[in-house]
């Protein structure tokens, strides 16, 4: 268990952070799925499948805090753009160009437009284009089938295209 949380935490920390738009919440997202493994790990049929497991988990602890933040009134709305302080927070930015990347304008601008988007074109293209996984695999772990995957990516693209062409005008 500590082996796969070293191979995997930080990336599902930062594909929770990109869902949520919240450190704090993605960090929490990330644990609830691990307890949940461990808690788990007996039943577990196949291990190499921990990895998929930890991600789907992830992607339904972010569903369910922000179902969670919808029902206390607040609702959701995407976090300023330099919300994640990388001297506050070094285990998000892994190495210099990690920061690099994660400090640049137009890095901010697509994060910012990501965090508009609807749960589900926001998760699949997380996975697509930040994990770069295949449909197969975005659809077993969201649950859907694969036209809904490749859908949602299509809308998801085209939504956050016309949110950036807004938001530079």
């Known amino acids: 268990m500590t082996a796969l949380y070293a191979e995997h935490a930080l990336e599902l920390t930062r594909i929770a952070h990109a869902v949520l738009g919240d450190l704090a919440a993605a960090e929490d997202a990330v644990q609830e799925a691990f ?56 285990h998000l930015f892994a190495d210099a160009a990690d920061v690099a990347v994660l400090r640049a304008e137009d890095r901010r601008a697509v994060l910012a437009a990501l965090r508009r988007l609807p749960v589900r074109q926001r998760e699949a293209l997380v996975l697509r284009y930040y994990l770069d996984l295949p449909d197969d695999e975005i659809a077993r772990i969201l649950g859907v089938q694969r036209a809904t995957v490749r859908s949602a990516v299509h809308r998801g693209l085209a939504s956050l295209e016309r949110i950036l062409r807004g938001e530079s005008s």
Do not use: I, M, Q, T
Request: glycine share 10%; aromatic share 8%.
């Open 35 to 90: 307890g949940g493994l461990f808690r788990r790990w007996a039943f577990l049929s196949d291990p190499a499948k921990a990895p998929e497991y930890l991600r789907s988990s992830v992607l339904n602890n972010c569903r369910s805090a922000l179902r969670g933040a919808g029902r206390r009134g607040r609702g959701w709305a995407p976090p300023a753009a330099d919300d994640v302080d990388s001297a506050a927070h070094p």
